[in-house]
């Protein structure tokens, strides 16, 4: 692949304005006060409009797609997991038993597994090894995570996905993440593009110690400084201080808004890649609500930047889109609100009191 080959999104069309509105009216007719229902409501205006009806259909394909990679930083004792455990757990996702696994098929969701960059001799099926760009990354603290050609691959791998998953018939989609020492680069991809400090971004991660939070917040300086002197460009920045899996969810994430089809963000390395997307594809935070929070620092963050409020407060910190899906219960409530309660002229009840 040409290395200056530029990847350019569609231009990124907004929600539907007349269904939000109509979903919104709707809302006021049916047999409940006006708001009572809370986010619940907002977030079936937000399907609505995004679905372009209302009311909005109820789902019948939600799809979650796991990126798996390892990265280079690992080596350096940022987790309390050793990288071979990737591959591992990948292995555990094919088999079924792995935490989406059972989350997804409790909330009617399907589970796919991408290896990006899983640093195994071989994808453990070739199915899931299509895209493979590389085994692992490289250290982002003192060299480049991908070259210029495996950034591009990766973001066009995400695209791709996204298409094939679109053609495929998904009407709601998940990005997970799976890969020891993740959230390392995904700190310092916040860190870069909302202008923050090293200490305000790096946080427990899988549970580390002490002396690995103090690796880890040396790694995220160190990275940090070399991602800075290519702030300009995002490509450049994922290339720099990213990895497979990052670019790849990055890609996704930005043709999900191109095909018009909404996403649940899980947490900090989805959300990191979400930075990334809306800066080369602008307007497509609007196809995006968060799953939930967790408690890393850097993923409140990126919240922020994104100003999107989540669905959930469960310190989920798993990965692999756990938190999203768990959020999904809830979209599908919110939904099904519009599509199958009463209005007050069905019900004979009556309406408010004027004031």
Same mark, same amino acid.
């Given at each position: 692949?040409?290395?200056?080959?530029?990847?350019?999104?569609?231009?990124?069309?907004?929600?539907?304005?007349?269904?939000?509105?109509?979903?919104?009216? *709707?809302?006021?007719? @049916?047999?409940?006060?006006?708001?009572? /229902?809370?986010?619940?409501?907002? @977030?079936?205006?937000?399907?609505?409009?995004?679905?372009?009806?209302?009311? %909005?259909?109820?789902?019948?394909?939600?799809?979650?797609?796991?990126?798996?990679?390892?990265?280079?930083i690992a080596a350096?004792?940022?987790?309390?997991?050793?990288?071979?455990?990737?591959?591992?757990?990948?292995?555990?996702? /094919?088999?079924g038993g792995a935490?989406?696994?059972? #989350?997804?098929?409790?909330?009617?969701?399907?589970?796919?597994?991408?290896?990006?960059?899983?640093?195994? %001799?071989?994808?453990?099926?070739?199915?899931?090894?299509?895209?493979?760009?590389?085994?692992?990354?490289?250290?982002?603290?003192?060299?480049?995570? @991908?070259?210029?050609?495996?950034?591009?691959?990766? +973001?066009?791998?995400?695209?791709?996905?996204?298409?094939?998953?679109?053609?495929?018939?998904?009407?709601?989609?998940?990005? $997970?993440?799976?890969?020891?020492?993740?959230?390392?680069?995904?700190?310092?991809?916040?860190?870069?593009?909302?202008?923050?400090?090293?200490?305000?971004?790096?946080?427990?991660?899988?549970?580390?110690?002490?002396?690995?939070?103090?690796?880890?917040?040396?790694?995220?300086?160190?990275?940090?400084?070399?991602?800075?002197?290519?702030?300009?460009?995002?490509?450049?920045? *994922?290339?720099?201080? $990213?990895?497979?899996?990052?670019?790849?969810?990055? !890609?996704?994430?930005?043709?999900?808004?191109?095909?018009?089809?909404?996403?649940?963000?899980?947490?900090?390395?989805? $959300?990191?890649?979400?930075?990334?997307?809306?800066?080369?594809?602008? $307007?497509?935070?609007?196809?995006?609500?968060?799953?939930?929070?967790?408690?890393? %620092?850097?993923?409140?963050?990126?919240?922020?930047?994104l100003d999107l409020?989540? +669905? *959930?407060? *469960?310190?989920?910190?798993?990965?692999?889109?756990?938190?999203?899906?768990?959020? #999904?219960?809830?979209?599908?409530?919110?939904?099904?609100? #519009?599509?199958?309660?009463?209005?007050?002229?069905?019900?004979?009840?009556? !309406?408010?009191?004027?004031?």
């Amino acid at each position: 692949m040409d290395s200056e080959t530029v990847i350019e999104f569609a231009e990124i069309g907004q929600p539907d304005e007349h269904a939000r509105s109509a979903a919104i009216e *709707l809302h006021g007719k @049916l047999i409940k006060p006006d708001g009572s /229902l809370g986010r619940l409501e907002e @977030l079936g205006v937000w399907i609505a409009a995004c679905q372009g009806q209302s009311p %909005p259909r109820p789902f019948t394909r939600p799809r979650v797609v796991v990126f798996a990679a390892d990265h280079g930083i690992a080596a350096k004792g940022v987790s309390a997991y050793p990288a071979e455990v990737t591959a591992q757990l990948v292995g555990s996702l /094919l088999t079924g038993g792995a935490a989406i696994n059972v #989350l997804a098929a409790s909330a009617g969701a399907s589970v796919r597994v991408v290896d990006m960059g899983v640093d195994s %001799p071989a994808p453990a099926t070739p199915s899931i090894g299509e895209f493979k760009v590389r085994r692992g990354s490289g250290s982002i603290d003192v060299e480049d995570a @991908l070259t210029d050609d495996e950034v591009r691959a990766a +973001i066009r791998a995400g695209m791709t996905i996204a298409d094939a998953e679109v053609d495929g018939g998904a009407d709601l989609l998940i990005a $997970g993440d799976l890969g020891i020492g993740n959230t390392t680069p995904a700190s310092v991809l916040v860190a870069a593009m909302t202008g923050s400090e090293p200490v305000a971004v790096v946080g427990r991660g899988s549970g580390i110690d002490d002396n690995a939070w103090m690796r880890k917040a040396t790694a995220v300086r160190d990275a940090l400084r070399r991602a800075r002197k290519v702030l300009a460009d995002p490509i450049a920045v *994922l290339r720099t201080a $990213g990895g497979a899996d990052l670019a790849a969810i990055t !890609g996704f994430l930005a043709q999900a808004a191109v095909r018009r089809t909404p996403v649940v963000l899980d947490g900090l390395v989805a $959300g990191a890649a979400a930075l990334v997307a809306e800066e080369l594809a602008p $307007g497509a935070r609007s196809w995006w609500v968060a799953g939930q929070r967790t408690g890393e %620092p850097a993923h409140a963050l990126l919240l922020d930047q994104l100003d999107l409020e989540p +669905i *959930l407060d *469960l310190d989920i910190r798993l990965g692999e889109g756990t938190g999203a899906v768990a959020a #999904l219960p809830l979209l599908f409530m919110a939904t099904r609100i #519009l599509a199958e309660m009463s209005t007050h002229d069905q019900a004979g009840v009556t !309406g408010p009191k004027d004031s």
